[in-house]
């Protein structure tokens, strides 16, 4: 029988307790009523409260700072993170791209949740949005319109325009969701590369036509226009994973 790809079981262990500490320490976060920002106990105090070695702790924390619940500052302490999606961010990223070396599935699946976040979500920005608020998602796509008539890229006029769009919901977590979903998707797009040029000006069309949408209250055309908006990215993924 091969032994080699067998992982110790002292080492899953090992893993399951990690894995219990860093729970206990976010319990204890939330039982003491710490706001981002509030300093955790010290390390001494940590070690005592939760019965564990200091090196055992050290290597938790470490692993809670990667995922942003922790911020570690040397020479003043340990701190509740601020609100971080960095790390959602680069996971979902390295999923996406490594799909990208195989059949693509994970790289269509972000791209569906991204277009069923903001077709779904479209009407209730509707609802809510003001006359200045439409003029400013107008401002994008008219930067992404000049932009793109010059040859130059809008990743930014972009960004923006999709911002924009969902900013009348006054919903914080929405758009920090929509961030991470609109910097998995750059790095796809740019891990595509030249392999599937893109037409600058026909992409800036596709905006135009969604604040068109927008602008007349017609809901169910906005949906469907933020849902063809995807077409195109899905469509490279598929003819770069079958090439």
Not at 95 to 123: K, P, T, W
Not at 126 to 145: I, K
């Amino acid at each position: 029988m091969a032994t080699a790809n067998i992982v110790p079981q002292a080492r899953f262990s090992a893993q399951a307790r990690l894995r219990a500490l860093q729970s206990d320490i976010m319990e204890l976060i939330l039982e003491r009523g710490l706001e981002a920002g509030d300093p955790l106990p010290t390390e001494n105090e940590l070690s005592a409260d939760l019965g564990v070695g200091r090196n055992t702790l050290r290597e938790s924390l470490k692993a809670l700072q990667a995922l942003g619940v922790v911020e570690i500052r040397h020479g003043f302490g340990m701190f509740v993170a601020a609100s971080n999606f960095d790390a959602l961010t680069e996971g979902l990223t390295f999923r996406g791209r490594l799909s990208l070396r195989h059949h693509g599935q994970e790289a269509l699946q972000l791209v569906e949740v991204r277009q069923a976040l903001e077709a779904g979500l479209i009407g209730g920005a509707m609802d809510r949005m003001t006359p200045e608020q439409l003029a400013a998602v107008e401002e994008s796509v008219l930067r992404m319109e000049t932009l793109a008539g010059a040859g130059e890229h809008f990743v930014e006029a972009d960004a923006e325009f999709h911002r924009r769009l969902f900013e009348p919901l006054n919903n914080e977590l929405l758009i920090s969701l929509l961030g991470v979903f609109w910097k998995v998707y750059r790095r796809i797009h740019n891990e595509l590369g030249g392999k599937d040029p893109v037409d600058l000006v026909a992409v800036a069309a596709l905006h135009r036509e969604i604040y068109e949408a927008v602008a007349a209250a017609d809901k169910a055309l906005a949906a469907q226009r933020l849902n063809s908006h995807f077409d195109g990215i899905r469509r490279r993924i598929t003819r770069a994973v079958a090439g």
